[in-house]
Every structure is written in structure tokens, then in C-alpha cells.
């Protein structure tokens, strides 16, 4: 059972860059799917959640209008899209998973992180 972030990498500032978390060993469609960010020595911060059936949608106000994610259960894969990057997106990405398909619920399972720098 895995849980994979994966799409960092370089991106100047203005850029965009699309993230995706796929699952192996399970199927995401019963889950809800959020994304986070870390920084070294800040608190991990949520940025984006989908519930299972993807009927809600909740952003954290630093990503508000820029970011937007989504979810393809055929594929088990949940996606990040980020625009308009900025230096301060720089963080390393992880997705989790709500094994009661909530946003409004603690999330339970973390996967491998991706790097994204927004740089110039």
C-alpha cells in the first residue's frame, strides 16, 4: 500500500506546475484526498482537500484562485494543479488520505513527499 506524490521540480515565479498522487495497492474513489505543504521549521500547512465523491472542494487562502484540485478514481490519481506560482509555494508537497471520504475529518494515511521550488 503507497501513497505517491510526484510533478515538483524548478519553476520560476508566474510558472505552473501539476502534481499528482497516485495510490498502489488501493483504490483512492472511497477516500478524501488533501494536499499539504512543509517547510523546514514551519508547520505543515493544508492547502487543498476533495471529498470522495468530489461534491466538495476547500482551499487554504495562500492558494485560494491559483491552485485547484481534482481527482480521476478510474485512474486512483488525484492531481494539484498550481498556478501563478510563487517563491513562497516553495515546499515540499505531500498527499494524504480521509478514510471516511471527509474533508471536515482528520486525514489518516501520508504518502512520499515531491519538492517544489518556485525560483528564478
Not at 93 to 119: I, K, M, N, P
Request: with cysteine; proline share 2%.
Amino acid at each position: 500500500v503507497q501513497l505517491q506524490a510526484s510533478g515538483g521540480g524548478l519553476v520560476q515565479p508566474g510558472g505552473s506546475l501539476r502534481l499528482s498522487c497516485a495510490a498502489s495497492g488501493f483504490t483512492l474513489h472511497d477516500y478524501a484526498i488533501g494536499w499539504f505543504r512543509q517547510v523546514p521549521g514551519k508547520e505543515r500547512e493544508r492547502i487543498a482537500c476533495i471529498s470522495r465523491n468530489s461534491g466538495v472542494t476547500q482551499y487554504a487562502d495562500s492558494v485560494k484562485g491559483r491552485f485547484t484540485i481534482s481527482r480521476d478514481n478510474a485512474k486512483s490519481t488525484a492531481y494539484l494543479q498550481m498556478n501563478i506560482l510563487k517563491p513562497e509555494d516553495t515546499a515540499v508537497y505531500h498527499c494524504a488520505t480521509q478514510s471516511l471520504g471527509s474533508c471536515y475529518r482528520e486525514f489518516d494515511y501520508w504518502g512520499q513527499g515531491t519538492q517544489v521550488t518556485v525560483s528564478s
